[in-house]
């Protein structure tokens, strides 16, 4: 069966990179996008970009366009996204989500991550 | 951007009764080449992910009870829970995938 397992929790300062790993199993890595979505404490979800897990195109949200690096090494079906200059507001739960082909537009998902709760303080 | 608008923010239902949850495009979502609305209904419970209920507005996703339907066309949508269950207390959210994915605020469901 498809699973996504990310990283474990982080705890960051104001202006330092957090990197956040979501490997995946039970299909081709290489056949599927992997977006990045993030949920603020008691808040909505928000979409940051999505990687080509095929020939590693990305697309990103304008949002977090220059700030958000998403990357995959399929040698280990691994996923990341590293997101940079942290403030307290990018406190939120980080979630991987499996696309439904490689395209990664027009996507709802039916495989997430458990999530990756990334704390921002000083 | 399109923005997605729930209503209400809060609905407390007894066990066995319906509960409605709304949904508003600020665009039209419905891609005229498919006739195909792209909005879809996730479910979730504290301290897990968002679970698929409904894409394509209407289409229940595998294994999810068929007290869950989703409707509507264009700009306005609805999430019928046809008789509530405890295990239905959760936070529901609606998302479009018409443009740049985008989700509603939420409408949390608990028992009266």
């Known amino acids: 069966q498809v699973q996504l397992v990310q990283s474990g929790a982080e705890v960051k300062k104001p202006g330092a990179s957090v990197k956040v790993s979501c490997k995946a199993s039970?299909?081709?890595?290489?056949?599927?996008?992997i977006h990045w979505l993030r949920q603020a404490p008691g808040q909505s979800l928000e979409w940051m970009g999505w990687i080509n897990a095929g020939n590693g195109n990305t697309k990103y949200s304008q949002k977090f366009q220059g700030r958000v690096t998403i990357t995959r090494d399929t040698s280990a079906s691994t996923a990341y996204m590293e997101l940079s200059s942290l403030r307290s507001e990018d406190t939120a739960v980080y979630y991987c989500?499996?696309?439904?082909?490689?395209?990664?537009?027009?996507?709802?998902?039916?495989?997430w991550g458990q999530g990756t709760l990334v704390t921002v303080s000083s | 951007d399109i923005v997605m608008t729930q209503s209400p923010d809060s609905l407390a239902v007894s066990l066995g009764e319906r509960a409605t949850i709304n949904c508003k495009s600020s665009q039209n979502v419905l891609y005229s080449s498919n006739n195909k609305n792209y909005l879809a209904w996730y479910q979730q419970k504290p301290g897990q992910p968002p679970k698929l209920l409904i894409y394509w507005a209407s289409t229940r996703e595998s294994g999810v009870p068929d007290r869950f339907s989703g409707s509507g066309s264009g700009t306005d949508f609805t999430l019928t829970i046809s008789s509530l269950q405890a295990e239905d207390v959760a936070v529901y959210y609606c998302?479009?995938?018409?443009?740049?994915?985008?989700f509603g605020q939420g409408t949390k469901v608990e028992l009266k």
């Open positions: 998302q479009q995938y018409y443009t740049t994915l985008a």
């Open positions: 989500a499996r696309g439904l082909g490689i395209v990664g537009s027009a996507e709802y998902f039916h495989h």
């Open positions: 039970g299909y081709i890595f290489t056949s599927y996008a």
